[in-house]
């Protein structure tokens, strides 16, 4: 609706009411949809890289295995000597499968290759299965950290000190032969493979996360609340794909896809190939 202004305001122009500001407009706000980071941990990362770890190696204890709140993967307490002052050095990894309290894990150029060790990408053979890889030289792991995830490393070029590597997506990346990563796969595997079974099991899950559960579907809201809502059958009504810089109360559904629909023809071939293993 709208309204006339007064006659004292004789030069403004008109308010206009649109419709209701929609859900995903309300998450870019943060209030109640921000993560619920208050019981979690502490940021799960490598150790910043230093002078022991670019030239030789350094020893490391893990001293507990812990849980952490909203993330499938259990991670690793590792206690280090400090390489400069007469301390430990404590660091929270994200635990790789096979690894136990007691166990001596050692990070560097010139570390073993074996389960939970932290070397960089050019010092391993290639086919080898990493988890927690770094993009950058000395991000301190960014890539397959979620539970069961691991990335293979399909070549390297020491010409250009390049690798390339296989992300968990199936996608092929080529980072410097400088970035860190664990020897392993991410602890946790199969946890998406049991089903949730009810909803109160949901519940729990998502109030660990952030405010993302129940999500009601726009097809079931009306045309106010959302762009697919209404209509005497749940039915969007026009395409679900929506253009890259559609004003942020019409952008959702399919965002700038580039393609939809199944798989079909050897791309399906492919993709059924690689979902079986």
């Given at each position: 609706f709208f309204f006339w202004p007064s006659p004292c305001r004789r030069g403004a122009s008109l308010l206009y009411k649109m419709g209701r500001v929609i859900r995903t407009q309300r998450k870019g706000a943060g209030s109640i949809f921000r993560s619920h980071t208050h019981h979690r941990q502490g940021a799960a990362q490598f150790r910043s890289e230093d002078y022991a770890e670019r030239n030789g190696y350094i020893k490391g204890l893990v001293t507990e295995l812990i849980?952490?709140?909203?993330?499938?993967?259990?991670?690793?307490?590792?206690?280090?000597?400090?390489?400069?002052?007469?301390?430990?050095?404590?660091?929270?990894?994200?635990?790789?499968?096979?690894?136990?309290?007691?166990?001596?894990?050692?990070?560097?150029?010139?570390?073993?290759?074996?389960?939970?060790?932290?070397?960089?990408?050019?010092?391993?053979?290639?086919?080898?299965?990493?988890?927690?890889?770094?993009?950058?030289?000395?991000?301190?792991?960014?890539?397959?950290?979620?539970?069961?995830?691991?990335?293979?490393?399909?070549?390297?070029?020491p010409d250009a000190n390049i690798t390339r590597v296989k992300l968990p997506s199936g996608a092929k990346k080529i980072i410097p032969s400088g970035?860190?990563?664990?020897?392993?796969?991410?602890?946790?595997?199969?946890?998406?493979?049991?089903?949730?079974?009810?909803?109160?099991v949901a519940y729990h899950k998502y109030k660990a996360k952030r405010n993302a559960w129940p999500k009601v579907r726009g097809v079931a809201m009306n045309p106010v609340e959302h762009p697919h809502g209404g209509g005497n059958h749940q039915h969007i009504g026009h395409a679900s794909t929506v253009r890259r810089d559609a004003p942020p109360g019409k952008k959702v559904g399919l965002i700038a896809a580039r393609r939809t629909g199944r798989l079909r023809g050897q791309k399906g071939l492919l993709a059924a190939k690689e979902k079986t293993g």
């Open positions: 849980h952490d709140s909203g993330r499938g993967a259990p991670l690793a307490r590792v206690s280090f000597r400090d390489t400069i002052r007469y301390a430990k050095q404590k660091e929270t990894f994200i635990a790789a499968e096979g690894m136990y309290t007691g166990q001596f894990l050692y990070c560097g150029k010139k570390a073993v290759l074996a389960i939970g060790n932290v070397l960089p990408v050019g010092s391993m053979p290639e086919g080898t299965i990493v988890c927690n890889l770094e993009s950058k030289v000395g991000d301190r792991g960014c890539l397959a950290r979620a539970s069961g995830d691991y990335a293979i490393i399909v070549a390297h070029n970035c860190r990563a664990m020897v392993g796969q991410i602890a946790g595997g199969g946890r998406t493979e049991k089903p949730l079974l009810k909803a109160g």
